[in-house]
């Protein structure tokens, strides 16, 4: 909703069936000459001959030609003003809606959600907006603060008052706020609350303007549910269809986007030499301009994979890059995955006392940040390295610290109780590399993590 607000207007006038078979014809004389009206349908991938073929448009021979331009509709031409008339408005939002979004910070959520239900200052278009871009750029950071946000975006949009075909467009951007409710929630992997929210994202978008990036933008955030609740099939049903519809709008760095879904999915198979080459791929399309974070996303994967693969010299070669990227894109969690990453590294070229400070620290950096599951992860890894030199007391002490730690986290039953059983043998001294192997194959067969560090979705 934040990239393309136009095209889909001019659209819902012709395909709702709201003007008639005259105004039509002329909508399309006005098509004959205007280059900027031809790239917004384009963009919807609706093409002049098209609209000719509608119901409405056959009656008229003119309909198929090249049209004078003095045959223009005053009704359209009302039209296309206020569309630009919108415009200029929605332009003028956006330069008061960060000034909006710092006013409601200072609130609690209650006090938040009252005031845009009561204050008309905030039941504008642009707020909405810029709550959306703050929940996105919250994912990997804090998603419990995304949501909140793409939370209060519902409630703008609930309180936002147009008419005609702006109804639609009213009902993508609900489908956008209750799509990024739903991630943040599948990122705290909340999956029964993220699947209610993607049902109410999905009945908007079927209300909505018809555009198929914002069909496509939900169907790759729905598959990254299914990703990491293992239903592999699912999300890659959803994939499929989300590559094929950028790549009929031509978007190359969406569809990269979308191809690193796939290579998740496929790592979670087990098919990591395949993982690999899909990642080659969407790196070849994504624009590191556009979206410097994701490209930093993509290298950090591609080298998660080629570690996991046995392909310990090659990832060893990605790290500066992989690096240079992290220092300028990646927030503080992923800078700690990828230590996490750099860790297992050092153990796969036989550096076994660097593995174990490197992930020392990435465990710590977990701890401090919350983020149980990985500390639990990190953890085995760090217990299996120590075992292989030989220093059993600090295996024990992992073993027996970290159940607390997990507990008031909210990590899931399944991580505590596979810990325990870790504990419980920790305390016997009779861990072994083995036991070490199969706690941590049951924490991520609960998380949906096959092996190896996380990577980044």
């Not at 799509?179 to 705290?188: D, E, F, K």
């Not at 301009?289 to 693969?309: C, D, I, V």
């Not at 992290?326 to 076994?352: F, P, S, V, Y």
Request: proline share 3%; hydrophobic share 45%.
């Amino acid at each position: 909703m934040t990239d393309c607000h136009k095209a889909p207007a001019l659209l819902a006038i012709v395909d709702g069936e709201k003007i008639s078979p005259k105004e039509v014809e002329a909508f399309l004389i006005h098509l004959a000459t205007c280059v900027k009206c031809q790239r917004l349908l384009e963009e919807c991938h609706l093409r002049r001959e098209d609209l000719a073929a509608l119901p409405m448009a056959k009656t008229s021979k003119r309909a198929r030609g090249s049209f004078p331009q003095e045959a223009y509709s005053p009704v359209l031409d009302r039209v296309f003003r206020s569309i630009l008339e919108e415009d200029k408005e929605i332009e003028h939002q956006r330069n008061t809606a960060p000034a909006l979004f710092a006013e409601l910070l200072g609130l609690s959520a209650s006090q938040q959600k009252l005031l845009v239900r009561n204050s008309s200052r905030h039941q504008v278009w642009a707020l909405a907006e810029e709550l959306l871009i703050r929940a996105r750029e919250g994912w990997t950071e804090d998603p419990s603060r995304s949501e909140e946000f793409a939370q209060l975006a519902v409630e703008v949009a609930d309180h936002l008052n147009v008419t005609g075909f702006r109804v639609c467009l009213l009902n993508d951007l609900k489908a956008e706020a209750w799509s990024y409710v739903a991630n943040s929630r599948r990122i705290r992997s909340d999956y029964y609350g993220a699947q209610k929210a993607f049902r109410k994202a999905e009945l908007s978008l079927a209300l909505g303007s018809g555009d198929r990036m914002e069909r496509a933008r939900l169907l790759d955030l729905e598959a990254s549910l299914f990703v990491d609740s293992g239903d592999f099939a699912r999300a890659e049903w959803l994939l499929t269809q989300a590559i094929e519809e950028y790549q009929a709008a031509n978007n190359r760095h969406l569809e990269g986007r979308s191809l690193m879904n796939r290579a998740r999915v496929l790592r979670r198979r087990g098919k990591v030499e395949e993982a690999i080459l899909v990642v080659q791929q969407a790196m070849s399309l994504v624009d590191v301009s556009q979206e410097p974070w994701l490209a930093f996303a993509l290298r950090k994967n591609l080298m998660t994979y080629l570690l996991e693969a046995g392909r310990a010299i090659e990832a060893q070669r990605l790290l500066p890059e992989v690096r240079e990227f992290a220092q300028e894109h990646a927030n503080r969690l992923e800078q700690l995955r990828l230590l996490w990453t750099e860790g297992l590294l050092c153990k796969a070229l036989g550096q076994d006392e660097m593995a174990i400070e490197v992930l020392k620290q990435a465990r710590e950096g977990f701890i401090a940040a919350g983020i149980g599951l990985d500390v639990a992860l990190v953890s085995l890894d760090l217990s299996a390295f120590y075992l292989d030199v030989g220093r059993t007391h600090e295996v024990r002490v992992l073993a027996v610290e970290s159940v607390p730690l997990f507990a008031s986290r909210g990590v899931q039953r399944e991580v505590v109780m596979a810990w325990r059983l870790f504990r419980e043998a920790a305390e016997r001294d009779a861990v072994t590399v083995g036991l070490v192997q199969e706690v941590a194959s049951r924490i991520r067969h609960a998380q949906g993590h096959p092996s190896g560090a996380a990577d980044t979705p």
